[in-house]
């Protein structure tokens, strides 16, 4: 059983940067794939961005691309989540998840593993 423990987020000006970091409970996390997915309130989940296996694989959704930055250090076994120029459109409940059978995924419907979700909230 993978444990997903979340870290970060709060409440930031627009404009401003937050990280977000996803700690795994197992040493072999380099073996999963990770995305980050995000849900305001009244809307769906909705991808934000991945990291395969591989770190070199990683993809953001369009919305966020430029301005978010996935990273995995598997020695810790934590991916992160940089995020800046932060947008109210970015406000959400952001949730890391995992998942060892796809060497990436952008659905949610893909992963098995999931964090406890941290809030962002991002002044005008």
């Known amino acids: 059983q993978v444990q997903l423990v979340q870290s970060g987020g709060g409440l930031v000006q627009s404009g401003g940067s937050l990280t977000l970091s996803c700690a795994a409970s197992i040493r072999t996390f380099s073996d999963y794939a990770v995305g980050w997915f995000r849900q305001a309130p009244g809307k769906e989940r909705e991808y934000v961005a991945h990291i395969g296996w591989s770190a070199g694989n990683t993809g953001y959704s369009e919305s966020v691309k430029g301005r978010f930055t996935i990273s995995r250090d598997n020695a810790k076994n934590t991916v992160d989540l940089q995020m800046n120029n932060l947008k109210p459109a970015d406000a959400a409940v952001y949730y890391c998840?995992?998942?060892?059978?796809?060497?990436?995924?952008?659905?949610?419907?893909?992963?098995?593993?999931w964090g406890q979700g941290t809030q962002v909230t991002v002044s005008s």
């Open positions: 998840a995992a998942t060892k059978e796809y060497q990436y995924a952008l659905s949610s419907t893909a992963y098995d593993y």
